[in-house]
């Protein structure tokens, strides 16, 4: 079982810059493949940006050139730096555990966090 929690959300102005963390437990943090989602009222909930356990990253169209994924594998957390926010960026920011790569073989998994709410707003 891994336990993620989400933090660093909150309201800010069109413009604007937010890092989101994620704490992840567990001893092979640095063996997962890591996932920021999003989910707006009344929408589905999207992949933003995905980073690997080698530390390859992807990124939604929607985000490239503003929102950067990286991890720290010594403090078990995974970051997305969120620049110049607008207001179509408001949502509930979830991290999800996608996967374990262990000895070459990738591992399913599916862990969530409960998410931590991003408002852009004036």
């Known amino acids: 079982q891994v336990q993620l929690v989400e933090s660093g959300g909150g309201l800010v102005q069109p413009g604007g810059s937010l890092r989101l963390s994620c704490a992840a437990s567990?001893?092979?943090?640095?063996?997962?493949?890591m996932g920021w989602y999003r989910q707006a009222p009344g929408k589905q909930r999207d992949l933003v940006a995905a980073?690997?356990?080698?530390?390859?990253?992807n990124y939604a169209d929607s985000v490239k050139g503003r929102f950067t994924i990286s991890r720290d594998n010594a403090k078990n957390t995974v970051y997305l730096q969120m620049n110049s926010l607008k207001p179509e960026d408001t949502a509930v920011y979830y991290c999800?555990?996608?996967?374990?790569?262990?000895?070459?073989?990738?591992?399913?998994?599916?862990?969530w966090g409960k998410g931590t709410l991003v408002t852009v707003s004036s």
């Open positions: 980073i690997t356990s080698s530390r390859s990253t």
């Open positions: 999800k555990v996608e996967s374990s790569v262990l000895g070459g073989v990738v591992y399913g998994m599916n862990y």
């Open positions: 567990g001893r092979i943090f640095s063996t997962y493949n």
